[in-house]
């Protein structure tokens, strides 16, 4: 099989990849838009890196409560990195945790979508292909959300969804890994 593309616009290649899922908070969660949606798809990427063992890097918002508890539970240990900045790259224990993974392809989920995620993504495009994944992010309102995933497609990040992003990783039909995850996605 022929090396596959790894430029910032290529195809997410599964050892180079790391989730990042951003202040999915019980505080924040509620007044989300398509809340409900938001939340499933997570969920499904989250599950998705357990099984297939792709490391996962959690971030939570000071004072907006902890992860939301169906986040929390299908990452098991997985400790969140606290963090005052907006812009995930502001938190010097993010960006050490992010380093020691020594990954260098984003897979950005979280909330807000105009926010902490626009923000984070953009401080990654120098460094990192960043895959932003449209229905695993979320803002207060629908124009937020929009407004964001245009400005960071601007800015160079690839938007994708988590279907995309499960079976760009998987690459093919027919394994055990393949026939586990297919539950995630039926």
């Known amino acids: 099989m022929p090396d596959l593309d790894h ?35 997570v969920l499904k990427l989250a599950r998705f890196s357990k ?21 929390r539970e299908a990452l098991g240990g997985a400790q969140p990195v606290s ?5 995930c790259f ?4 993010f960006v ?4 020691a ?15 902490c995620v626009a923000q984070t993504a953009i401080s990654a495009l120098s460094e990192y292909s960043v895959h ?13 959300r929009k407004v964001g995933l245009e400005r960071m497609a601007q800015a160079g ?10 079976y760009e990783i998987l690459k093919r039909a027919g394994t055990d890994v393949f026939r586990e995850v297919l539950k995630l996605v039926k």
């Not at 099984?51 to 986040?71: A, F, N, Y």
């Not at 984003?106 to 926010?115: F, N, Y």
Request: net charge negative.
């Open 7 to 41: 430029s910032k616009h290529g195809l997410i290649q599964e050892a180079d990849a790391l989730l990042v899922i951003i202040d999915m908070q019980e505080r924040l969660f509620p007044v989300m838009t398509e809340k409900e949606g938001l939340a499933e798809n």
């Open 90 to 93: 502001g938190s010097e224990a």
């Open 96 to 99: 050490e945790k992010l380093k």
């Open 132 to 144: 932003v994944v449209t229905d695993a992010v979320s803002s207060r309102s629908p124009v937020n």
């Open 51 to 71: 099984i297939i063992r792709l490391p996962v890097l959690v971030t939570e918002q000071e004072k907006l409560g902890g992860t939301i508890p169906q986040i």
């Open 83 to 87: 963090k005052v900045d907006f812009d």
């Open 157 to 166: 990040a690839t938007v994708t969804s988590t279907e995309m992003v499960i």
């Open 101 to 115: 993974f020594n990954r260098k392809t984003l897979v950005l989920s979280g909330i807000e979508a105009h926010v």
